[in-house]
């Protein structure tokens, strides 16, 4: 089972009825949280998934919206006793941005660690000029993988260097009792092939059927659109994507901020062939997003306007239908 | 009239029923804050006095619930349209650690001001000893005149260097009609003289009387109880001061994280003989506040356990008999 959160829906500025566009993905007994803006940890603790399990979190971007509550969140975790290290993963000059924020939260309990994102064969993401557009290959991150979540990031176009994720939750084949019977596996070993290990002799593909289908969520925010997105989407149970605008005639307007409409998210969507989208990052002076949401669902049908802590759980396709 | 709000309420971290401790001001068309942590700028736009004339913020201390929300408030302040230069007032250090959170802040509309303060004869704030107790002419500022708010600071003891802040509002001599007569004032010289200004020859103490009884407001947190205090407050019309437990089994646990509870700062609003006390930066533990205000008013009957934007509007004393 893989618990998503959309914890805040806003843009730019944070509201007391709309918190800054964040989420939280909860799997195996640990917690992923996507950007940090201001009083991101406040939505979180509404939510109610504690903090203790909360080992990755990724920024998208440097702007402050996504990245400005990691001093106070830090200091929370330690303040809660953390000890364990906690994996903080950016485009490049994450290191330095957090650093530089941590000037009023020094001293921490637990030790940081950073991975800087490298895009395709380039030295990084930040060396892709904006102008040279739908380049997938240069702008697609290998995978990274943080336990039992695999990490990518693709390049956006926004007005700063921005990276959206997609988490992959692979699932490994079934596990043939039949021919670990006839091939006379120990029994006490069938638990660590079925984990993919290799163990005595004996390897996981002896008793594992192929793999099945795993799930996958993206989450785009800050972009205009781009033709990259859909291939990177591809097939995505949820996909997270901006909307600072509800309404066509904002069209200009968004992507001229490089961002983007709701129905410039729905084109994506439909193209990338999502199972569901949630839209989100509404500018603050954008009131009733729900009441625009047929600018959306005309386009792609699967479309929600979400609100702050917006929670599914999503299930392996064989769970489904138990 | 001066507006006084305490827009937060909170100590250590932010919560989505208390914002962190802040206050705003406001007097004669300009406003200051004291203190922006993580989320103050969602109070403000609560409080609805709008940002536009924010003129000035005094920081009294660099732990992040104090100071976190500066990013976020220079940007809101920025995406306004401000141009006009904001001051920031605090300990030595002010700037440093306000341009290391600028890293996600660049590019601002307005410049910044600073003021670092310094103590009494000695260089700086932070080379007084903690040990070094109640020595309150080194623990006190001199008086910093921003506009029509004249500001001194104390020197605290917390557990990192501290300011405590008294916010002074001067009021003038009542203009005496008859003597401008008897020595033939031109008329249109009178509202300039009223202003405390000199004109063609004529002084202000030649139709004005005596000074009139002003107003004060201070602001004590965070600090365990000291000795200097009192003197400090002394008369305020409002003082706002910290108390992070109510019961007074808690004093010893409070006092050793350099904090105070309800009977410590009942106990300085007394003896510095204020003339109202709201308690606040109240721990994230500490429930209801309010059903503990007992242990405070027993000892200063005029404190009240303050809720998020408490307002009031403080009256010349003339102006309370209309």
Same mark, same amino acid.
């Given at each position: ?9 806003g843009g ?15 799997? !195996?007994?640990?917690?992923? $949280?996507?950007d ?5 940890q406040v ?17 998208t ?10 001093p ?21 000059g994450i290191?330095r941005?957090?650093?530089? $924020?941590?000037?009023?939260?020094p001293?921490l $309990? ?17 060396d892709?000029?904006?102008t ?29 260097a921005c990276a959206g994720y997609s ?6 084949g079934?596990?043939?009792v039949?021919r ?6 120990p029994?006490k ?12 002799g ?6 594992l059927?192929?793999?099945r289908k795993?799930?996958?969520i993206?989450?785009?925010t ?17 996909l997270i ?5 509800g ?15 709701f129905?410039?998210?729905?084109r994506?969507?439909k193209?990338g ?5 949630w ?8 009131k009733?997003?729900?009441s625009h949401? !047929? ?10 306007a979400?609100?702050d ?8 396709e ?5």
């Amino acid at each position: 089972m893989l618990d998503v959160s959309l914890i805040g829906t806003g843009g730019m500025m944070p509201l007391h009825n709309r918190h800054l566009t964040a989420m939280l993905v909860r799997y !195996k007994g640990s917690m992923l $949280l996507v950007d940090c803006g201001e009083g991101t940890q406040v939505t979180m603790r509404q939510l109610g998934w504690g903090f203790a399990n909360l080992d990755y979190v990724l920024i998208t971007h440097f702007h402050a919206d996504h990245v400005s509550g990691i001093p106070g969140l830090l200091l929370s975790l330690s303040n809660y006793g953390r000890t364990a290290p906690l994996t903080i993963v950016g485009l490049k000059g994450i290191k330095r941005i957090i650093n530089s $924020l941590r000037v009023i939260a020094p001293g921490l $309990l637990f030790p940081i660690e950073f991975v800087e994102l490298e895009f395709g064969t380039s030295t990084g993401a930040v060396d892709i000029p904006p102008t040279k557009k739908n380049s997938c290959d240069n702008r697609l991150s290998q995978e990274i993988c943080l336990g039992d979540f695999n990490i990518r990031a693709l390049l956006l176009e926004h007005s700063t260097a921005c990276a959206g994720y997609s988490l992959s939750f692979k699932r490994g084949g079934k596990f043939d009792v039949e021919r670990a019977r006839e091939q006379n596996i120990p029994l006490k070993l069938w638990s660590v092939l079925q984990s993919g290990k290799a163990v005595d002799g004996f390897t996981p593909d002896m008793v594992l059927g192929a793999p099945r289908k795993g799930l996958k969520i993206s989450y785009i925010t800050d972009s205009r659109p781009i033709a990259a997105i859909p291939e990177f989407i591809k097939n995505s149970d949820l996909l997270i994507c901006e909307g600072l605008y509800g309404d066509d005639d904002m069209k200009e307007k968004a992507n001229g901020f490089s961002h983007m409409i709701f129905s410039d998210a729905a084109r994506l969507a439909k193209a990338g062939n999502v199972k569901e989208m949630w839209l989100t990052h509404y500018s603050p002076a954008f009131k009733e997003p729900q009441s625009h949401i !047929k600018s959306a669902t005309t386009i792609f049908k699967n479309a929600k306007a979400a609100y702050d802590r917006m929670t599914t759980t999503l299930l392996f396709e064989e769970l489904e239908h138990i």
